[in-house]
């Protein structure tokens, strides 16, 4: 997930995405894994989608807290 961070922050965020649903495509879930999908999806104009990520980053951890909660 640090290397989709990265993309999130170097303003790609589908290689950010694309990374992110690898790993959503495996058993591997973390809050994360969640927010960097949240974001991603965000930033393309995925609003639902940013939002079913980010109800299942909640139900994981409601207290979860990254550096940019901006969708």
Known sequence: MAL???YLQTGQP???LALA???LGS???TPRLHDVAAKAHAALGHTQAAEEQTALLLAMNPRYSS???AH
């Open 67 to 69: 550096d940019d909660h």
């Open 27 to 29: 058993p591997y879930r």
């Open 21 to 23: 649903e690898q790993a």
């Open 4 to 6: 989709a961070q990265a």
């Open 14 to 16: 589908a290689e950010a």
